[in-house]
């Protein structure tokens, strides 16, 4: 009547895990656009709603945010850029009905990550759902410096194709620190790593032991100032640095550890097979 629509069925039960800090939940959100006579389309998102068991410093709660964002960017092999976080204290409430209520605090920023509009990449099944999510979390608490750095070489589109292999492989050192103690060469580290990642990675590179000296070489060279590469051309340093984040990201994978159709799932992945021809290109 009158060009409105009503949505008569029940929104889909939130997907809700116990967390460290407290409880997280994935809800459905659901709604109209158009102007209801010309056009009307039924729209419908999700969303993360953590509750936590008591009031977290806002730079804790930023960074199980970013965790999340990262994990879906990771996911979804594109940048997962924050449409809306919005936060509530129990100070911040207003009285209404003879009873307080919270009021919403959204949180403005210029974030880093921006959409892009590619559309593939894991499903929520695939993943393990909500427990999936949790395993992620866990890890990546631990890991979360080394994976900040390398998630921001995708989230920034100005850096130099250099930078970000010395910013990843960097990530990819520190990330063995915190695994494995001890002192041990970057060829060493890089080795070990690869063989946590397994069989997708070696399928990646092709020949493990160049790729392991193109990465120590190019690393080398821009940290220590050394000027154009001798040994390897924009294109072999692009390729080398994007096989470093395919590295760190099985990595993290494998220690939630991931289900296998995760690993299935990236070797199909479009970007992956991009960089495993261009790296047998450039040997």
């Given at each position: 009547?009158?060009?409105?629509?009503?949505?008569?069925?029940?929104?889909?039960?939130?997907?809700?895990?116990?967390?460290?800090?407290?409880?997280?939940?994935?809800?459905?959100?659901?709604?109209?656009?158009?102007?209801?006579?010309?056009?009307?389309?039924?729209?419908?998102?999700?969303?993360?709603?953590?509750?936590?068991?008591?009031?977290?410093?806002?730079?804790?709660?930023?960074?199980?945010?970013?965790?999340?964002?990262?994990?879906?960017?990771?996911?979804?092999?594109?940048?997962?850029?924050?449409?809306?976080?919005?936060?509530?204290?129990?100070?911040?409430?207003v009285?209404?009905?003879?009873?307080?209520?919270?009021?919403?605090?959204?949180?403005?920023?210029e974030?880093?990550?921006?959409?892009?509009?590619?559309?593939?990449?894991?499903?929520?099944?695939?993943?393990?759902?909500?427990?999936?999510?949790a395993?992620?979390?866990?890890?990546?608490?631990?890991?979360?410096?080394?994976?900040?750095?390398?998630?921001?070489t995708?989230?920034?589109?100005?850096?130099?194709?250099?930078?970000?292999?010395l910013?990843?492989?960097?990530?990819?050192?520190?990330?063995?620190?915190?695994?494995?103690?001890?002192?041990?060469?970057?060829?060493?580290?890089?080795?070990?790593?690869?063989?946590?990642?397994?069989?997708?990675?070696?399928?990646?590179?092709?020949?493990?032991?160049d790729?392991?000296?193109?990465?120590?070489?190019?690393?080398?060279?821009?940290?220590?100032?050394?000027?154009?590469?001798?040994?390897?051309?924009?294109g072999?340093?692009?390729?080398?640095?994007?096989?470093?984040?395919?590295?760190?990201?099985?990595?993290?994978?494998?220690?939630?550890?991931?289900?296998?159709?995760?690993?299935?799932?990236?070797?199909?992945?479009?970007r992956?097979?991009?960089?495993?021809?261009?790296?047998?290109?450039?040997?």
């Amino acid at each position: 009547h009158g060009g409105r629509w009503v949505i008569s069925s029940n929104p889909i039960e939130p997907f809700s895990v116990p967390i460290r800090q407290g409880t997280l939940r994935l809800e459905q959100t659901r709604g109209s656009a158009g102007d209801g006579i010309t056009s009307l389309t039924l729209t419908q998102g999700a969303y993360f709603h953590g509750e936590f068991n008591g009031t977290l410093p806002l730079d804790d709660v930023v960074d199980l945010t970013s965790d999340l964002q990262d994990l879906v960017s990771i996911g979804a092999d594109r940048s997962a850029a924050f449409e809306r976080f919005v936060l509530w204290h129990p100070d911040f409430s207003v009285e209404r009905g003879g009873r307080p209520r919270r009021q919403p605090i959204e949180y403005l920023a210029e974030w880093n990550a921006q959409p892009d509009r590619k559309k593939h990449g894991l499903t929520f099944a695939e993943l393990g759902g909500m427990d999936g999510v949790a395993s992620w979390l866990a890890v990546a608490s631990k890991y979360r410096t080394m994976l900040s750095h390398v998630m921001n070489t995708k989230y920034e589109r100005r850096m130099f194709v250099q930078d970000r292999l010395l910013d990843r492989v960097a990530a990819l050192e520190g990330f063995h620190r915190a695994w494995k103690a001890g002192r041990k060469s970057l060829l060493t580290r890089l080795e070990e790593l690869i063989d946590l990642a397994g069989l997708p990675f070696e399928e990646l590179v092709g020949d493990v032991s160049d790729w392991c000296r193109r990465a120590k070489d190019e690393r080398n060279n821009v940290a220590h100032h050394k000027g154009r590469s001798v040994h390897q051309s924009g294109g072999d340093v692009l390729f080398t640095a994007e096989a470093a984040y395919w590295l760190f990201v099985l990595c993290m994978l494998r220690l939630m550890p991931a289900p296998s159709a995760v690993f299935d799932h990236i070797i199909r992945c479009p970007r992956f097979e991009w960089v495993k021809e261009g790296l047998r290109g450039t040997t």
